[in-house]
Structure formats: C-alpha cells, structure tokens
T-cell receptor, first 111, second 116 residues
Framework: ELKVEQNPLFLSMQEGKNYTIYCNYS?????LYWYRQDPGKSLESLFV?????AVKQEGRLMASLDTKARLSTLHITAAVHDLSATYFC???????????FGTGTRLKVLA | GAVVSQHPSRVICKSGTSVKIECRSL??????MFWYRQFPKQSLMLMAT?????????EQGVEKDKFLINHASLTLSTLTVTSAHPEDSSFYIC????????????FGPGTRLTVT
C-alpha cells in the first residue's frame, strides 16, 4: 500500500528565509505532484514531476524528485507572506491513475 | 485548458435528505473522474474512482450505498450523498483525467456540504 508522508506538518517562518518541505513515499512511483491550497479553496497545481532527477522552478518555489530515494522536496527561497498556504504532495502509484496525498504542510510566513 | 467545474459550490441540507454534487470537465473529455473528501485541516482522502459508463470503484471504508456515483458521460460525474448526516459535512472535491500524457488530474473548485 502506497503511503505518503510530508514533513514538517506546520511551518512558521520569517519573510526572507529559506526552507524545504519533504515528501517521502513508500512504493515505486514515477509521478509526483505538488499543490497549493488556500483556506476554503480547492487545489492549485504547482509542479508535475515525471522522472528521476526532475527539477522544476517557479518563482520562489523549486521542486525536485529522487525516485530512488522515494523523496521529493519543495524548496522555498526568500519567503514572502503571499506564500502562506497549505502545500500537498501527491504520488501516483506506478501504472495507476490514483493519487495518494501527503499529510500537507501548513506554511505561515510572518512579515 | 483542462478546466473542471463543480456545482453547487456550497450546499446546506437537513439531516436525512439527499444532495447531489455535479462535476464537469469543460474543455476535455474525462475518461476517469475521482471524488475526494477533505475534513477541516486534513488531507484529501480518495473516496472513489469512476470511469465513464461503468460502475465506480470505491476505496475501502467508503459506503457505496451512501455515496452514489454516476459517470454517465465523458464530461459529467455526479456524487449523491444519500440520507445525509452531520458527520457527512465536509469539503468534496472532484478531479478529472483525460487518461493521456502524464495522467494528470485536474481538480474542481470543491463543494462545501453542511448537514444540519
């Protein structure tokens, strides 16, 4: 059974600081997704990572995937208040359409 | 492209009544649609997977007689919560996949259900 863990669960950080959110998963997968969720809203797609070593960057966010270690990271550079949200990773087990979501990381960026 | 809508966005119903939520793919054909439930401050939990024209596949612990799913066309899936109770109050999110390229799911805006 595919299990997905994120850490930390909560993250409070000062503006301008850097931090990394980790997403570990338990079985083979070659598709990993990162989403942002604002309170009361649905999911906003951030990154789609489809191969080992994939790295994608958008603004202050950068995501990477290591399929051998079964690990993805979401790195935040020079955080700003607008990045405050909950971030989820989701992993699709090989050969299936189904996503298993991580526990989520609630990020609060303090001005 | 890849827009998914849900209707209604919010619904309040009385205990014991049924409520239907619609999920539509607006600009692509969705061979597979998914229904998720999200309780406050928790992650998304997959409830069921539906393929057009066939019965939905429910995840373990999800009552199929309580959560009726119909995927009658390539652009529409419905979730009916039957005999709703306060514990069914939740945020319901659907997603749709065209089944090609990266098998990516496109998420709807969600429906907030409150059962009184």
């Amino acid at each position: 059974e595919l299990k997905v863990e994120q850490n930390p669960l909560f993250l409070s950080m000062q503006e301008g600081k850097n931090y990394t959110i980790y997403c570990n998963y338990s079985t083979t997968s070659d598709r990993l997704y990162w989403y942002r969720q604002d309170p009361g809203k649905s999911l906003e797609s951030l990154f789609v990572l489809l191969s080992n070593g994939a790295v994608k960057q958008e603004g202050r966010l950068m995501a990477s995937l290591d399929t051998k270690a079964r690990l993805s990271t979401l790195h935040i550079t020079a955080a700003v208040h607008d990045l405050s949200a909950t971030y989820f990773c989701a992993v699709a087990a090989s050969g299936t359409y189904k996503y298993i979501f991580g526990t989520g990381t609630r990020l609060k960026v303090l001005a | 492209g890849a827009v998914v809508s849900q209707h209604p966005s919010r619904v309040i119903c009385k205990s014991g009544t049924s409520v239907k939520i619609e999920c539509r793919s607006l600009d692509f054909q969705a061979t597979t649609m998914f229904w998720y439930r999200q309780f406050p401050k928790q992650s998304l939990m997959l409830m069921a997977t539906s393929n057009e024209g066939s019965k939905a596949t429910y995840e373990q612990g999800v009552e199929k007689d309580k959560f009726l799913i119909n995927h009658a066309s390539l652009t529409l899936s419905t979730l009916t919560v039957t005999s709703a109770h306060p514990e069914d109050s939740s945020f319901y999110i659907c997603s749709a996949s065209s089944g090609v390229s990266s098998y990516e799911q496109y998420f709807g805006p969600g429906t907030r259900l409150t059962v009184t």
